[in-house]
């Protein structure tokens, strides 16, 4: 009993195992994308407009053909005295009272001219269905941003916190230099207390580090859709060097071009002025081609009426016009004439703002570039700084003070390195998702 129990424990735990494991994942930038895009629920619910979009063109076009409909009725008429007439030769009547009525009737209706009515409905919904696919694309392009946004905070975090932990391995190392030197009579006792309150210090810069990417990792899993329990390890190579710029002109042509805002806002500006089109089809009268078939009980086209079920059918053109409506048409054209020179002033408003959001990423990600080039340069030169620095209070030719010093400027020199590093990256992303380009 005890071998089986045994058994079974061991069973539970091996399945018990990946379910932790899931709980602990690597990703990179495009594989963080790729989950963020079919995680995201705001990607699922534009899906669905694009459905409801392309349904409305459906819907509206189905109005420009025929329509079958049935109708069927029951009536229970009450008991009357029969059409009779008087003759030398006794009384007669004419119609039966039949208190039964059935009606089967069979209706076809094919608009003939509407006044471009229908086919301006039609060309509405079709501009605003091509409005909402531009629109998911937006939204496909926000998410993207922001999940490189995200992803590059947990890996500056990382890194931010690794060189922390870098920091106070080094004042570790130097607390044990002061000890010695204390030891010998080379270093007094503030000089060794300084150290560890430096120590101290480095430690609560520790615990913040930790609590960063414990904050950036969160953020991230609730972007890409994923248990916020989760853990994630980026494991993103970062290429040696920058990329180069292109012109600032050039870039603004590829946001005009490229931004699906402004081929949404484009779409609905067509939309507007076709609406100036589907107004003024009320000047014009609708002209229906209608046709019905109807089997009846009684069947009042026949005579005599009899009770019994017979057939008959009509074919008709009918022909409707507002002679008046106190200029309600008129109305309705001014009002979709302002709405198509708000939509046009809507595109120009959108337009001027995506120059100046692509200008203003532009001078950042130049700035980021070349922060990027110093702080490279910078962290270099504080390294070699700190290892002539360590070994000179190891010989004692350095002063503790001094020595304090070095570390601190070399922990703010790789803290601002991280941080142009990301400032790099994010800005490079913004200036993407300014310029509509569809990279990952």
Not at 41 to 70: C, F, G, T, Y
Not at 181 to 201: C, P, Y
Not at 252 to 268: C, D, G, H, I, V
Not at 276 to 291: C, E, K, M, R, T
């Amino acid at each position: 009993m005890a071998k089986l129990a045994e058994k079974i424990i061991l069973i539970i735990i091996l399945l018990s195992i990946p379910a932790f494991a899931q709980d602990k994942v690597t990703l990179t930038l495009e594989e963080s994308i790729q989950t963020g895009l079919q995680n995201s629920r705001r990607i699922n619910s534009s899906k669905m407009k694009i459905q409801s979009a392309d349904a409305k063109v459906r819907e509206i076009n189905s109005s420009r053909l025929p329509s079958l409909s049935l109708n069927a009725t029951y009536t229970r008429l009450s008991n009357i005295d029969p059409f009779s007439i008087s003759t030398p030769f006794g009384d007669f009547d004419l119609t039966q009272n039949i208190n039964n009525n059935y009606n089967f009737k069979l209706s076809l209706q094919q608009p003939i001219f509407t006044g471009f009515k229908l086919k301006s409905a039609y060309d509405i919904a079709e501009y605003n269905s091509m409005a909402v696919k531009e629109e998911y694309s937006q939204t496909e392009q926000a998410l993207i941003l922001d999940i490189k946004t995200a992803y590059w905070n947990l890996y500056k975090a990382n890194k931010i916190k690794k060189v922390v932990d870098e920091n106070v391995e080094q004042i570790k190392a130097h607390v044990k230099d002061a000890e010695n030197l204390f030891n010998q009579g080379l270093a007094t006792n503030s000089d060794l207390l300084k150290v560890k309150v430096q120590l101290a210090e480095a430690q609560l810069r520790q615990i913040d580090a930790q609590n960063a990417v414990k904050l950036a990792m969160t953020n991230l899993c609730n972007i890409i859709e994923l248990s916020l329990t989760t853990e994630i390890e980026v494991s993103e190579n970062l290429p040696k060097g920058t990329n180069e710029i292109d012109s600032l002109d050039a870039l603004k042509t590829m946001a005009w071009n490229n931004r699906p805002e402004l081929k949404a806002m484009s779409y609905r500006v067509k939309a507007s002025e076709t609406g100036i089109d589907l107004a003024q089809s009320g000047w014009f009268p609708q002209i229906y081609l209608v046709g019905n078939y109807n089997y009846s009980n009684p069947n009042n086209r026949y005579f005599p009426v009899e009770q019994k079920f017979k057939d008959s059918w009509d074919v008709s053109v009918s022909l409707s016009f507002d002679l008046w409506n106190w200029n309600k048409t008129g109305n309705q054209t001014t009002q979709a004439e302002a709405d198509f020179e708000q939509a046009k002033d809507g595109y120009k408003i959108l337009k001027d703002a995506v120059t100046l959001q692509v200008t203003q990423n532009y001078l950042n990600l130049e700035q980021a570039k070349e922060k990027l080039v110093v702080s490279q340069t910078s962290v270099e030169q504080a390294e070699e700084n700190y290892r002539v620095a360590s070994e000179l209070f190891k010989q004692g030719l350095m002063t503790n003070s001094d020595l304090l010093d070095v570390e601190v400027a070399l922990l703010q020199t790789k803290t601002n390195n991280v941080q142009t590093i990301v400032d790099y990256e994010i800005a490079k992303a913004n200036l993407e998702r300014a310029t509509g380009e569809k990279t990952l």
